[in-house]
């Protein structure tokens, strides 16, 4: 976004335009630009047009009033949501530090954590996205500058650090490429009192710094991010699943369990993906009574139902070793369709799978493609979930 436009956003003018455009439900880009033409200066007439568009975006992702109010087509692509940025900024709270955001964006940790702490502030290099950030967190000192040159002596801070993983091209997946590198940033959060480091799902985990703690968060079936903490309150080497929006968490100096038993039991129970980004799925074998049926996959098994909610359970009707053409008689001759696919340790993709198969009428089951004993195999299966608790 250029200055210009962004000027004109957080002005009172532009603030005032857009409460009048509340009631716009046709958000065509094209079409609303042009009818908006009609009231305002060609070049306002854009920005109104760009904003209401990224702030139904913004809506179809958010929960009402969980949102801020101004938004570049960037910073709401790289924006934290905000029911992670308030359990981060709950973290930051019981530290008693003040906090700099030094790769503050738009605002949306910013935002959280102003509504936690009482000296907040946020440095971003992009002019433009500056002034959102102020206009959106007027409760924190957003000022311009570069993370790589921080304004305030680290050590008395909790930082957040968030490099860009987009650019030009695309998504970087080299953390080098990031912006500001990964070592700067691994660097920049040594140096704070306390601070996270916000990373990509994927990071290899030789990329975590012994010194810090590792968190997996999830928000629904989404994982979100590795989130690296270090100082205050971080033990390093802790690796921690967080489950959102119900605020459960596995962590790896729980008990764990390394059972294997090399066979498919009655149950087998599926990890959510924090558990095994952060590596805890000895943990949740011991939490469920459950042992491993592979000891390179993650998939665990056991005779009795158990429920966690951070796997899912599925009741084994039967385990069919794997050709296409066998798993289609099967399911044909037992009256069975498949309506969820997972894999582990498989070669297929589920949704090329489910194409292969074509159209099958019958009861819905799931499918659970994985490699036990060297051996390829589809167990076919029965979503159950925990009995409902009774009512008293």
Request: glycine fraction near 6%; charge should be neutral.
């Amino acid at each position: 976004m250029d200055i210009e436009r962004a000027r004109y956003l957080v002005s009172p003018q532009g603030r005032e335009s857009l409460t009048s455009l509340a009631h716009e439900t046709d958000l065509d880009p094209n079409r609303l630009a042009t009818r908006l033409r009609r009231q305002f200066p060609p070049a306002e007439a854009a920005a109104l047009a760009e904003q209401l568009t990224l702030r139904a975006r913004a809506a179809s992702r958010f929960e009402p009033g969980e949102g801020l109010t101004l938004y570049s087509a960037a910073g709401l692509e790289m924006m934290t949501h905000p029911i992670v940025a308030r359990r981060r900024a709950e973290r930051f709270a019981a530290l008693g530090l003040p906090v700099v955001d030094l790769t503050c964006g738009i605002g949306g940790d910013l935002s959280a954590v102003a509504r936690n702490v009482p000296l907040a502030i946020g440095l971003e290099r992009d002019p433009s996205t500056a002034l959102l950030a102020a206009a959106n967190v007027p409760g924190a000192h957003v000022l311009g500058g570069d993370a790589t040159a921080p304004p305030v002596r680290l050590e008395e801070f909790a930082a957040i650090i968030d490099p860009a993983r987009r650019g030009a091209a695309g998504r970087r997946f080299d953390p080098e490429a990031f912006e500001p590198s990964w070592d700067a940033c691994v660097s920049l959060l040594r140096s704070a009192g306390a601070g996270v480091l916000k990373a990509p799902p994927g990071l290899h985990h030789e990329r975590v710094p012994s010194f810090a703690e590792l968190e997996a968060v999830q928000l629904g079936p989404d994982l979100r991010e590795l989130a690296l903490w270090s100082g205050a309150s971080a033990e390093p080497g802790l690796r921690r699943a967080v489950l959102l929006p119900a605020a459960l968490e596995l962590t790896s100096n729980q008990p764990a369990s390394q059972g294997l038993t090399p066979a498919v039991g009655r149950y087998v129970f599926d990890p959510e993906s924090c558990v095994t980004r952060a590596t805890l799925v000895q943990q949740l074998a011991f939490l469920l009574t459950a042992n491993f049926m592979d000891a390179r996959v993650a998939y665990l098994t056991s005779d009795t139902a158990a429920f966690h909610p951070m796997a899912a359970t599925f009741e084994v009707i039967d385990v069919v070793p794997f050709s296409l053409q066998r798993l289609k008689e099967y399911l044909r001759a037992h009256s069975l369709r498949p309506d969820e696919i997972r894999r582990r340790a498989f070669p297929v993709e589920p949704d090329e799978l489910r194409r292969l198969l074509g159209k099958l009428p019958g009861e819905r089951v799931t499918l659970l493609c994985t490699t036990l004993n060297a051996e390829r195999i589809t167990i076919v299966a029965r979503r159950v979930y925990a009995p409902a608790p009774e009512a008293a």
